[in-house]
Structure formats: structure tokens, C-alpha cells
Nanobody
Framework: QVQLVESGGGLVQPGGSLKLSCAASGFPFSRYTMNWYRRAPGKERELVAT????????KYAESVKGRFTISRDNTKNTVYLQMNSLNDEDTAVYYC????????WGQGTQVTVSS
């Protein structure tokens, strides 16, 4: 079955960096676009970044453009989100996501930006 397992979240000071990972299994990873979403307290879920199956195309929310980088390693079935220049508005639970007829989500990883 499809499994997505996020890791790498934590507490970071404003201006700091974190790199999230999402390990995928149960489907042909290299064939699918992968996404990172986040849900901040009291806010709706937001699409943060998208990467095409081969990694050649990426898209970002305006709120993270220039600070976040999505990447993938199809040999490791893993998608990453490098987050730099973090601020308190980046505090959220971050989820990876894939759509294979239906939508699959990981359990999420908490990112807290605070001094």
C-alpha cells in the first residue's frame, strides 16, 4: 500500500533552516508528481511546492518562493523540502502528498519557528 513518511521537522529560530524528507513506498515513485503542503494553526491547508516526476519542473507558493527548494531522489524514493530564512509564518505541520487516482498523505511533521 502507499506510504508516505515525513521527517525532519523541529524547532528552529527565525532565520534558520530545516530540511524535510518524505520517504515513499508502495507505488512507482519516479512516475508521479510529488507535493508538499502545510497547515498552520487556524489556517487552511496550503500547497507549498510541487515537483514533477523526473524533477525537471518545480512550482512554489508565492509565500515561500526564493526561500524553499523542493527536490527528489528517485533512486531513494524520497522527496525533500529545503527551507531557508524561516519565519514565524512558516510554523505549520508539513505534509507530503501524491495523487494516484486518489490522494495520499503522510502523517505530517511539525515545524515550529520561534525564538
Amino acid at each position: 500500500q502507499v506510504q508516505l513518511v515525513e521527517s525532519g521537522g523541529g524547532l528552529v529560530q527565525p532565520g534558520g533552516s530545516l530540511k524535510l524528507s518524505c520517504a515513499a513506498s508502495g507505488f512507482p515513485f519516479s512516475r508521479y508528481t510529488m507535493n508538499w503542503y502545510r497547515r498552520a494553526p487556524g489556517k487552511e491547508r496550503e500547497l507549498v511546492a510541487t515537483i514533477s516526476s523526473a524533477g525537471g519542473t518545480t512550482k512554489y507558493a508565492e509565500s515561500v518562493k526564493g526561500r524553499f527548494t523542493i527536490s527528489r531522489d528517485n533512486t531513494k524514493n524520497t522527496v525533500y523540502l529545503q527551507m531557508n530564512s524561516l519565519n514565524d509564518e512558516d510554523t505549520a505541520v508539513y505534509y507530503c502528498n501524491v495523487v494516484i487516482i486518489t490522494t495520499y498523505w503522510g502523517q505530517g511533521t511539525q515545524v515550529t519557528v520561534s525564538s
